[in-house]
């Protein structure tokens, strides 16, 4: 929280500082919409916050954002110079200390078709980057086999953790563990919300043997990685697109093992998709992680191996 309020206009600030401790502590975003009430969603539960930081369900209740305080929340993340930030806000939201992401909403402008960037900048969506070291630990001991690291499809739908819980499988591998050895991971991070870099530099604990390609498409990160740092294990978050699917490929057929990410309820769901069917029908993942809420963010609904056999079905959520 820190780190966050830091960032604030200083009426921002003291509401969020008012609000409730449990709130605080389980914080997972603070939504500001130009003349919309500011809006919290803190475990599995979303409110409006009173100018006082009252919790409230009435959004006229609801200490209202301002076109002013739009401006000086831009001009606060941004250090009054929105020039630094034109690749960032091409993408669509903003790193800032601590590896948290500011995401953004405003007037797209194109170029040949192309986004060149958003102005009128009106929505903020600001995602608290929790960094939960142990996240891993019930995992870890499916994901080896006679030595050699396995690859991996965490499946999830959306803030169910699968973000936190690949941080923290390359943070363990990195380090090495009771199950393995210290290996040398590569992390291609597109959205800089895995490692949290800024300006190039992790900001949250991915290991001593990582390296980072940060806001890195990542087909392109994958091939890059493998040619230049010789990883022993790719970490990726949301695979999805064809030219993902060819990396994968050809990252395994050069005995990198991968471990990546998909939103999707279960195996089923995300088998239909074509590309990652496609990896599925080949056996490409050795093993899956299918993640839920549960029990909270973060519970590990099952772990499965190669033909879909459930391996570990202890439904336990790392967050409690």
């Not at 914080?27 to 500001?32: A, T």
């Not at 895995?194 to 392109?220: E, F, I, S």
């Not at 970490?235 to 699917?245: I, K, Q, S, T």
């Not at 490929?249 to 998909?262: N, Q, R, T």
């Amino acid at each position: 929280m820190r780190e966050i309020v830091a960032i604030l206009p200083e009426a921002i600030r003291s509401i969020l500082t008012a609000l409730p401790s449990a709130v605080k502590e389980h914080l997972e975003e603070i939504r500001l919409r130009q003349n919309q009430p500011l809006e919290v969603r803190f475990g599995q539960q979303s409110s409006y916050v009173t100018p006082t930081g009252q919790l409230t369900s009435t959004a006229s209740k609801g200490w209202m954002f301002s076109a002013e305080h739009a401006v000086k929340l831009l001009n606060q993340v941004s250090q009054h110079s929105l020039y630094a930030l034109e690749e960032e806000l091409k993408r669509g939201y903003i790193t800032v200390v601590g590896g948290h992401r500011i995401g953004i909403a405003g007037k797209v402008v194109l170029d040949k078709g192309d986004v060149k960037g958003i102005r009128d900048i009106t929505s903020f969506n600001i995602r608290i980057a929790r960094e939960k070291k142990g996240a891993a630990q019930k995992v870890l001991p499916y994901l080896f086999e006679g030595g050699n690291v396995l690859s991996t499809l965490v499946i999830s739908p959306p803030q169910c953790g699968k973000t936190t819980l690949l941080r923290d499988i390359a943070r363990s591998l990195s380090y090495g563990s009771e199950w393995s050895s210290s290996r040398k991971v590569g992390i291609v991070d597109e959205r800089s919300e895995l490692a949290g870099c800024l300006q190039g530099v992790p900001q949250r604990d991915v290991g001593p043997r990582t390296d980072v390609l940060d806001a890195c498409p990542k087909a392109a990160g994958m091939m890059m990685l493998i040619r230049s740092m010789s990883p022993d294990v790719l970490v990726v978050d949301e695979v999805g697109r064809a030219e993902d699917g060819d990396a994968i490929w050809e990252a395994i057929h050069a005995g990198v093992a991968v471990i990546c990410s998909a939103h999707g309820a279960d195996i089923q769901e995300v088998a239909r998709r074509p590309m990652l069917g496609n990896l599925v029908r080949h056996g490409v993942f050795a093993r899956y992680i299918v993640l839920s809420r549960a029990k909270g963010v973060g519970t590990i609904q099952g772990i499965y191996d190669q033909s879909m056999k459930p391996l570990g079905q202890e439904k336990i959520a790392w967050s409690s």
